[in-house]
């Protein structure tokens, strides 16, 4: 007579901890809303645009789901971790799916200007189970991952293993082929499957600590995907519960960071640094009043040390403000034209 054993592994133990914490996040749009958008656009454009909305896509309410995401629980008063980029639609209503299957109108709390986070609310109507944010600075290359989210918005509670296959990556993402890109610093690569619907759902160790926050994938790679450290969030958390919303250090300046290839192309008598430059012809590269217009920093000007260490591509201007804090007085190295210099610069609240 045969006898099924059941497995009994670390992983397992650890996806029924974690699952019950993930949470699916629905972007729905009142139908009405959508035909006004699409009229303006047929107005814009000039030509007629077909809707066509089935009617089993649109609900009780009149309303029609237009895009999702995952988040997870770290504070059972309601709090969820999620993406930037999944929240970023202001038109639209949030709902909160819990592992029970108990739905919630979420709140937008606050959105990190620098990084792809965002932190939601809801009023639970039940016991939430949380998840423990663990210690993202020390995670090492080969470490068993965990991934967990709404597959491409239609499997819930989907669980990916895999390895941390590099860290300190810089990406430029983007939500969808009209919007900006992102710069992503400091990333946690992973072999772990992470697809659309994923976004904001926790990457966690073989513990179920949480150590980073699903966000980007490289389309048509196989198995190359990025999250966001979770010791940016517990920053973004704590000043959240500190000053009621998230603070971050600004210096005031566009530049490009200098490589080889950029000095060839400028033709400069330095291979690092950061040259302050202006993206666009409208835009300045030194914004008044802000610390760098205080500090006599001017256009064309190379800055090429941050408390006399090196402003590199490994490590430029946004990996330098990461470890910052409003306050802080930088002491920054200036070149410019054959005249090397010291400046000290202190930072001030992004607004």
Do not use: C
């Amino acid at each position: 007579m045969y006898v099924m054993r059941k497995e009994k592994s670390r992983i397992i133990k650890t996806v029924k901890q974690v699952m019950p914490a993930v949470v699916s996040i629905t972007l729905s749009k009142k139908v009405t809303d959508i035909q006004k958008e699409v009229s303006a656009l047929q107005k814009k454009r000039g030509k007629k645009m077909r809707l066509s909305i089935p009617d089993d896509k649109i609900d009780s309410k009149g309303m029609v789901q237009v895009g999702g995401g995952s988040g997870f629980i770290v504070d059972a008063s309601g709090i969820i971790l999620t993406n930037k980029h999944v929240i970023s639609d202001i038109n639209v209503t949030y709902t909160v799916t819990t592992s029970t299957e108990n739905m919630y109108d979420a709140k937008i709390v606050a959105s990190d200007p620098i990084n792809d986070i965002a932190i939601l609310s809801i009023t639970p109507r039940e016991k939430l189970e949380t998840l423990k944010l663990g210690d993202s600075k020390g995670v090492e290359l080969g470490q068993t991952v965990l991934a967990f989210g709404n597959a491409l918005g239609l499997f819930n509670n989907t669980v990916s293993r895999g390895i941390v296959s590099g860290l300190f990556r810089s990406v430029s993402a983007k939500s969808d082929p009209s919007s900006k890109p992102q710069e992503l610093r400091g990333l946690i690569q992973t072999d772990a499957s992470i697809n659309p619907g994923n976004s904001g759902g926790p990457l966690v160790d073989i513990y179920g600590n949480v150590i980073g926050i699903n966000a980007a994938v490289v389309s048509g790679a196989e198995n190359i995907s990025f999250a966001i450290p979770i010791h940016a969030a517990e920053r973004d958390l704590q000043d959240i519960k500190r000053y009621g919303h998230i603070r971050r250090p600004l210096m005031g300046v566009r530049y490009v960071t200098i490589d080889a290839f950029i000095k060839d192309k400028f033709n400069l008598p330095v291979d690092y640094g950061a040259l302050v430059l202006k993206e666009h012809f409208f835009d300045l590269a030194v914004i008044p009043k802000s610390p760098a217009d205080k500090a006599g920093i001017k256009e064309h000007d190379i800055i090429l040390t941050w408390n006399k260490e090196k402003i590199t591509a490994t490590k430029s201007i946004p990996d330098f403000l990461e470890n910052s804090s409003i306050g802080d007085v930088a002491t920054l190295e200036i070149l410019r034209g054959t005249k090397t210099f010291q400046k000290n610069l202190t930072l001030i609240e992004r607004l």
